[in-house]
């Protein structure tokens, strides 16, 4: 795979791409030797929290029903990004999943697909404990739970709901489901959340869980976003090594976003039960980006191709779907959307300009 600029963004505009020598089988790649293994699919936009950094306390005016896609919809595409791209994995997100009525049916669907894709979901888990079950039963190979603070006070702030409690509850029912390793994905509060780190990692080591420290991003639907305010992830590793020994991880990399440390002292159990090296991650998008070795396309729930979080482009493969067109034109499609990919997000760039949708819209 062709790293560009060791992983830096590149600015440029959205282009079209010049689809000459674009291979028209096999894996989808981009004309930087980048081939897509990775389906991230928001399945709704609507949330039942309303995280500070991520929309507006009264919410948003979510997407009408006859615009998202349905479950069958959804499932051709995936079959298709599985059969023709030969996509090894498939992230179900939101808004929150498992607001989605029929996830379980879509996940026992794509489970059921030859060369089945591993299937994981984001949530917040706040439902999670009802849903683990049978989330589980249907196929599913983990979650990543969504979760910024242990401290409740904080955690009504951050989410305007005072509902900690069953997301932890919700984090129990997918262990003793099987949905291991149990992921925790905490995107820090600018306001003291550095000191929110070491008790998040002591509650994910004593129950098990695998930590994902996240940089937070320009995706807020109030765009009042600011690097200079944002927690960076030298300083989440600093306070992290104040308190555990972190060891540099001798697994690859890969196009794994979570640079990974494995925790001094601390085991974990993976998903066949076996005692394995706990670990903690940190997902520098900001200040370390990977977008060289980035392998994801995503779907909105709207039928969007989006080939990048931060792409202010969108290829619509609902309407595709609508018009009656077959698998090929709809995969080709794909493919021409995938193959003009930019190097890079260019964040850091003059540039710049945060996607209109917030990420509760384009999933993360």
Request: a negative charge.
């Amino acid at each position: 795979m062709t790293t560009i600029g060791l992983g830096m963004p590149v600015a440029g505009p959205p282009r079209q791409p010049d689809i000459t020598g674009m291979p028209t089988a096999g894996p989808m790649v981009d004309t930087h030797g980048r081939v897509t293994r990775d389906l991230r699919v928001s399945v709704t936009d609507r949330c039942n929290l309303r995280c500070t950094y991520c929309m507006p306390a009264d919410g948003l005016d979510w997407l009408p029903a006859d615009d998202l896609l349905s479950a069958s919809e959804m499932i051709r595409l995936i079959r298709i990004a599985v059969g023709e791209f030969g996509v090894t994995s498939v992230r179900f997100t939101g808004g929150e999943p498992l607001l989605r009525r029929d996830l379980v049916d879509i996940v026992g669907a794509v489970r059921a697909l030859p060369d089945a894709p591993e299937v994981s979901i984001t949530t917040n888990g706040l439902s999670l404990r009802r849903h683990a079950r049978a989330l589980a039963d249907a196929g599913l190979s983990r979650v990543n739970v969504s979760l910024d603070t242990v401290d409740r006070e904080r955690f009504a702030a951050i989410t305007r709901r005072d509902r900690l409690h069953d997301v932890l509850d919700g984090l129990a029912a997918a262990h003793e489901a099987g949905l291991r390793p149990v992921k925790v994905n905490a995107v820090l509060d600018p306001d003291g959340g550095l000191e929110d780190a070491p008790a998040l990692l002591r509650m994910c080591l004593e129950n098990g869980y695998s930590l994902r420290i996240i940089e937070q991003m320009p995706l807020d639907a109030d765009h009042a976003w600011s690097r200079t305010r944002m927690i960076t992830a030298a300083q989440v590793h600093e306070r992290l090594a104040r308190d555990v020994e972190l060891l540099p991880d001798p697994r690859p990399r890969g196009a794994a976003p979570a640079q990974t440390w494995l925790v001094g002292g601390h085991t974990a159990l993976d998903r066949e039960g076996r005692e394995v090296p706990a670990r903690v991650g940190i997902i520098a998008s900001v200040t370390r980006p990977f977008c060289g070795d980035c392998d994801r396309t995503r779907l909105t729930a709207d039928g969007q191709v989006r080939t990048c979080l931060f792409s202010t482009t969108e290829t619509d493969l609902r309407a595709l779907l609508r018009d009656g067109a077959d698998d090929e034109a709809v995969a080709r499609a794909w493919r021409v959307a995938s193959w003009g990919k930019l190097p890079g997000h260019a964040i850091d760039d003059p540039s710049f300009l945060q996607p209109d949708r917030p990420m509760s819209a384009i999933g993360g």
